[in-house]
């Protein structure tokens, strides 16, 4: 807005996302799954969330999971299932068999499977904010993101940013990074613990009582700045 639009930075207002009512961790997330009809498999989960557009950069998750450190991991997908470029690429790859389908869930499961799995992985080449990750933060679930957009500043340390974004899908180096730090989540139980805690007070700036002053101010700046410049009608003073 600044470089482009030549609008002075004093008249702007940055406000992030909002987390929704109740996401945090969840207690007994293995009962609320079961009621949900949703039974995960054993071992380490790594929890991808959302479609899987050019954007989202799945195809570099895929050949992560296809790599030496995450040879036996399950790839837990929340969403639309994955289109059929990516689901021949899962084919070649020799990953298909561990790849779960959930489809879309209600909030509750996703709370309860972002408290029940091991690290969310979203290695978008673009995002303009990322709800995924904040909300798995707030369960307290470990992030492993890429550089792409608003990611690093969202998770602003408390997660995982590996630098993929200027890379090709197939790129061995892109690859082998993303796969790396994902192995490191799970392999480390102190990292993951580190990660938990961090996510979690990160996610805090995310909260309404956070968010919503700031909404307000916003407004306020801008009522107060018409009225200063005369520019709203007489029933907008009232």
Not at 36 to 49: I, N, R, Y
Not at 191 to 214: I, M, N, S, T
Request: proline fraction near 8%; charged fraction near 20%.
């Amino acid at each position: 807005m600044v470089d482009v639009l030549n609008i002075a930075p004093e008249r702007i207002s940055v406000v992030p996302n909002m987390i929704r009512h109740g996401f945090g961790p969840v207690a007994n997330p293995g009962e609320v799954l079961a009621a949900a009809g949703v039974q995960l498999p054993p071992g380490p989960l790594v929890l991808s969330v959302g479609h899987d557009g050019y954007y989202k950069n799945l195809e570099l998750l895929l050949r992560a999971m296809a790599t030496v450190p995450l040879r036996t991991v399950i790839l837990l997908r929340v969403g639309p299932p994955l289109g059929l470029s990516n689901r021949h690429l899962a084919g070649r790859l020799g990953i298909e068999e561990r790849i779960v389908e959930l489809g879309r869930v209600p909030a509750m499961t996703l709370r309860a499977l972002y408290s029940a799995t091991s690290v969310l992985a979203l290695p978008s080449r673009d995002e303009g904010f990322g709800i995924p990750t904040i909300e798995a933060m707030a369960c307290g679930l470990p992030v492993v993101v890429s550089d792409g957009g608003a990611l690093p500043e969202v998770v602003a340390g408390a997660g995982i940013v590996v630098p993929v974004s200027l890379d090709v899908a197939d790129s061995p180096d892109s690859v082998r990074r993303y796969a790396a730090a994902i192995s490191s989540v799970l392999e480390s139980p102190e990292r993951a613990c580190e990660l938990r805690h961090a996510g979690l007070q990160r996610a805090e700036k995310f909260r309404p009582d956070a968010v919503l002053p700031l909404v307000l101010e916003a407004y306020s700046r801008s009522i107060e700045s018409r009225r200063t410049h005369g520019t709203l009608g007489r029933n907008a003073h009232r």
